[in-house]
Nanobody
Framework: QVQLVESGGGLVQAGGSLRLSCAAS????????MGWFRQAPGKEREFVAA???????NYADSVKGRFTISRDNAKNTVSLQMNSLKPEDTAVYYC?????????????????WGQGTQVTVSS
């Protein structure tokens, strides 16, 4: 059983930056692909970024060039650096883990989820 805890959310002005972190425990972290998803009010959950257990990175078109996902297998953490934030990035951001995956954009493939952290971007 893998436990995931997100941190780093908050309120930021448009054009600003935030760095989200997700700490994992209870499993062999390096064997998991780690993904970030988000859900805005009244909308379905959507893929943001993922990094496979091999290090391969996958991004949603809406965040390419602005967001960067990285992982530290020694610390069992995955991070999402978010730059040039826009009001439409406002959502609850979730960290997820998927066993031995290259980093899928499909949320149903992920086995474990965190509780989420709120990101609010003001205009």
């Amino acid at each position: 059983q893998v436990q995931l805890v997100e941190s780093g959310g908050g309120l930021v002005q448009a054009g600003g930056s935030l760095r989200l972190s997700c700490a994992a425990s209870g499993g062999t972290f390096y064997n998991y692909a780690m993904g970030w998803f988000r859900q805005a009010p009244g909308k379905e959950r959507e893929f943001v970024a993922a990094i496979g257990w091999t290090g391969y990175r996958n991004y949603a078109d809406s965040v390419k060039g602005r967001f960067t996902i990285s992982r530290d297998n020694a610390k069992n953490t995955v991070s999402l650096q978010m730059n040039s934030l826009k009001p439409e990035d406002t959502a609850v951001y979730y960290c997820a883990a998927d066993w031995r995956s290259t980093g899928s954009a499909i949320d149903q493939q992920y086995d474990y989820w965190g509780q989420g952290t709120q990101v609010t971007v003001s205009s």
